[in-house]
């Protein structure tokens, strides 16, 4: 918890923006236990916990559960898919941060420098369903509608969720819903409540082990992840991510022992001038 608040501390002394706020929470993949969690600057002022009631979107960091949809789906993730900007599928019109063109790449490679076009050209082939169906089946418990800008995380989410989602892909593909109680004694030290860690089994081993594959290129060479590589060697992976006007700015990644999510924002939704670092 500590080392939570001051990861967030030594945020805000880089930024301009006076009222931005973190939230971050972190998570035991084996069993969904909340390691640590941080609401906002000060519970003192403001007891709106941003980590558990703030709804906002994921950006860019809710396209893990499209490609996850897409190995489910039997996709290599070193199929090509092409990802030149802009994109009209239909009525979107559709771009990749500013309006960069990066031509025809794999899905991996797609995901590590975060292709709108390439994703979005992804779901619609999918199916937006797919994509719903495997984020509500890995944790996301906020309601979301099957239309193709789903995979740019056009719908609001919770710091919490997204944190419990990455973390099915972190132990292998079972989900655990996230708890911050493990058990409870009564007065006489008696046990009357031992919470249920057994979870559920909601992506395959392989699917969950490939996703997780390709979400190391996100803190690799050329990724838009770098500055969250673990500078120990750690095996980590990842996603960023920013919603439209720069209102929101996310990382969400993982290791083996622990999924974290991390939310920068104002709680009065503006444009912000940074991101996270």
Known sequence: QEDAEAACESQYSQWYDTDAEIALVS?????????????????????????????RQAGSSFKAFT??????????PATMIDCTSP??????????????????????????????????????????DKVV?????????SDLYAVPSITLGSYGVTTL???????????????HDARCIS????????????????????????VAMAAEKSME??????????????????????????????RDSWFVGFTPQYSVACWMGAREERSMSAGLE
């Not at 003192?44 to 916990?49: A, G, L, V």
């Not at 559709?94 to 990066?102: L, P, Q, R």
């Not at 969720?161 to 973390?167: G, V």
């Open 217 to 246: 290129s996100v803190l690799k060479s050329g990724g838009t992840g770098t500055a969250a590589k673990p500078s120990n060697g750690q095996v980590a992976a990842g996603k960023t991510g920013t919603s439209e006007e720069y």
């Open 87 to 128: 994109a009209q599928l239909g009525n979107w019109k559709v771009e990749n941060i500013d309006n960069n063109n990066y031509g025809i790449r794999s899905i991996q490679s797609a995901f590590a420098v975060s292709s709108n076009t390439g994703f979005a050209r992804l779901c619609e082939w999918l199916g937006a």
């Open 183 to 206: 058990d409870i004694q009564d007065s006489s030290g008696n046990t009357i409540y031992t919470a249920d860690t057994t979870g559920n089994k909601v992506l395959s081993t392989e």
């Open 133 to 141: 169906d495997v984020a509500k089946r890995m944790g996301i418990t």
């Open 161 to 175: 969720e997204m944190a419990d989602a990455y973390a099915t892909i972190a132990n292998g593909g079972t989900h």
């Open 27 to 55: 998570i035991d993949p084996d069993n969904g236990y909340i390691k640590a969690m941080v609401g906002g600057k000060d519970y003192r002022t403001d007891q709106f916990n941003l980590v558990t009631q703030a709804s």
């Open 67 to 76: 490609l996850a949809a897409a190995i489910e789906d039997g996709i290599n």
